[in-house]
């Protein structure tokens, strides 16, 4: 193996006897370094868009929802069902939250529309979910304000267009709540105080989404005691669907369960095929390289069919020879691999860093586009051009293999 690999070496270099690759080899191995380059990076934006929308919307949604059935979606003997859950295998932590549409007003009688949700801010149901966690880092507290008004913390895209700073009063009108008067339906309009906002990295969530304490929210949308439903928080997100069919099978009816991933699945799905259909298309470039390796192998056996006749002459096998032209088409294939895997890599690294590639948030959900390399998706790409360059160098190695050394040297 050391003789083949000397000789495969050589053959890789130029004419000359030089240090250098010659220039057929440089672009062959230049073909493959860009196809893996390009897959690597498109894979990575790719990963890194699913993990931001995995982030955002863990960060702003549990990974359970437990509701009823029925049209008033209200849960009123909640305290049993929610003691049930916290004692199920895998549940970190549950509690009630209210969720009701709402129209939000500022000084100015500027109006937006948001949803509004109502959350535990004391005892262990504050840790059920992120959104603690995201108040928390903003310097945000849902408890008692200076003005004994109820407070009310909202994304900052939702503060930016209202115009509030904190401390600001903010007329809430709740659309759940409607009441039939003498003069036609009357929502209920209650004022609260803006005590700041948070970011999320999620357009859509920043721009709609408030909070405020459980209790401030029962009695804005008149429900009483009675929850929208309850929230679950599981050390594995990524067991929702079993621990949401569980938590069904131990309440009963007329309990439900949906969980963040079947809520979008749409969203996801429609990102993994986009991502392999990219990587198809991109896996194409890699397959060009490998033509390239292809013509570089014929154009040596070519120039060097006097040297393969002089080698068979003296007694190397056909056998050895095969692996000689295998072994140099193994060599670009692994040095190309090698090179686009190095670029990817850093490429990626260097965008997602520095966060150079800027988008609109309206748009595509975030802000800037997010880049990460999955390891096993970097095994894989090196793994798949490694193999297609080794495929490409069978027919040339063939053909050298089965040159007859007499007719490769007669007219020397």
């Known amino acids: 193996m050391r003789l083949e690999w000397r000789i495969s070496r050589r053959y890789l270099a130029s004419r000359r006897g030089t240090r250098f690759l010659s220039l057929i080899t440089l672009i062959a191995i230049g ?18 868009l699913q993990g931001e929308l995995r982030r955002g919307i863990l960060g702003v949604n549990p990974h359970i929802f437990v509701l ?12 049993t069902p929610l003691d049930s859950v916290r004692r199920m295998e895998g549940v970190e932590a549950a509690g009630p939250f209210i969720q009701t549409e709402i129209g939000l007003r ?35 507290s849902l408890g008692p304000t200076r003005s004994g008004l109820p407070p009310l913390a909202a994304g900052q895209g939702l503060a930016s267009h209202l115009g509030l700073i904190p401390g600001d009063t903010v007329t809430v009108v709740s659309f759940t ?38 209790e401030a929210a029962q009695e804005l949308s008149g429900l009483g005691e009675a929850v929208s439903g309850l929230e679950v928080r599981l050390r594995d997100p990524e067991n929702a669907a079993p621990a949401g069919n569980r938590i069904e099978r131990a309440l009963g009816l007329p309990y439900r369960t949906d969980n963040w991933m079947d809520m979008n699945a749409s969203l996801f799905n429609a990102l993994k095929l986009e991502k392999l259909a990219l990587g198809l ?43 000689l032209f295998m072994m140099q088409g193994l060599v670009i294939g692994m040095v190309g691999a090698l090179i686009g895997g190095a670029g990817g890599v850093l490429v990626s690294w260097v965008t997602d860093h520095f966060k150079l590639i800027r988008i609109p948030g309206e748009v595509y959900f975030v802000s800037y586009l997010p880049v990460k390399v999955d390891p096993w998706d970097l095994a894989g790409i090196l793994f798949c051009t490694v193999v297609i360059s ?15 050394p007499v007719e490769a040297i007669r007219h020397e």
């Open 106 to 140: 500022n000084r100015a009688g500027y109006s937006e529309g948001a949803v509004l949700r109502g959350i535990e801010t004391e005892g262990p149901a504050s840790r059920s979910t992120d959104i603690p966690s995201i108040l928390r880092r903003a310097g945000i």
């Open 177 to 214: 709540n409607i009441r039939m008067t003498p003069m036609g339906p009357s929502p209920k309009m209650e004022y609260f105080e803006f005590v700041g906002g948070f970011r999320t990295g999620m357009f859509e969530y920043d721009s709609k989404f408030s909070y405020t304490s459980r």
């Open 390 to 404: 080794f495929l490409a160098t069978v027919y040339p190695a063939w053909q050298a293999a089965r040159l007859d």
């Open 281 to 323: 298309i991109l896996l194409l470039i890699v397959i060009v390289a490998a033509f390239n390796i292809v013509s570089t192998l014929v154009m040596v056996v070519t120039d060097k069919t006097r040297e393969i006749g002089i080698l068979k002459s003296m007694g190397m096998t056909s056998r050895r020879i095969l692996h």
């Open 31 to 48: 073909g493959v370094s860009v196809g893996v380059m390009a897959l690597i990076i498109v894979t990575a934006v790719m990963n890194g």
């Open 68 to 79: 009823t059935y029925g049209e008033g979606m209200r849960m009123l003997d909640w305290r």
